[in-house]
């Protein structure tokens, strides 16, 4: 019997890995611009992308559904300008955004509460991650020059409510498989 669901989250731990690749080839560029609190944005975004995989494989292996890892395809590493990567990572929230909206619709046209409970944590995760890359990308078309954005960066704490992005006891986030990061 085919469970559309578990193939959607199997696809979806890979999806959530490559988006962890890509942020670290973004944050590895703006270190090589010397634009230390964009790369600092961005490596944060890659150990958070990792935590949403780790959270999906614990699920699969407590729902006992067959866990392969799914290989990734290379990611972009070299850009025109610091905006280039900003529109990159806006487009891949929304893509994992569509991503996960078919996640929860899979577990609910298949009757699996466990699944659409389980999904709505990251869709409201995604919410926050499409605003948060969107204000980012606002503010640097809207900057004099780059040096703007970092001091932006520097003032404001973007993507994380004011909070800890990590998973922590207690915070209702899924527990990711080996732990936080």
Request: proline share 5%; no cysteine; aromatic share 8%.
């Amino acid at each position: 019997m085919s469970h559309p669901f578990n193939e959607l989250l199997t696809s979806q731990l890979g999806n959530e890995f490559a988006a962890s690749q890509q942020y670290i080839a973004i944050a590895s560029w703006f270190d090589g611009q010397d634009l230390p609190r964009l790369a600092k944005h961005f490596y944060r975004q890659s150990l958070e992308e990792r935590n949403h995989a780790m959270m999906m494989l614990q699920y699969m292996l407590d729902r006992g559904i067959k866990v392969e890892i799914p290989g990734i395809e290379p990611v972009r590493n070299d850009f025109g300008s610091a905006e280039e990567p900003l529109v990159l990572a806006l487009a891949q929230e929304i893509e994992v955004t569509d991503q996960i909206k078919a996640l929860f619709a899979a577990a609910r046209a298949e009757n699996d509460p466990l699944g659409e409970q389980f999904m709505l944590w990251f869709l409201k995760e995604q919410v926050e991650e499409v605003a948060s890359m969107s204000t980012l990308l606002n503010v640097a078309r809207r900057a004099t020059n780059v040096f703007d954005v970092e001091t932006f960066l520097a003032r404001e704490r973007v993507g994380d409510g004011g909070r800890s992005r990590s998973p922590v006891e207690g915070s209702g986030s899924p527990a990711p498989a080996g732990g936080a990061l």
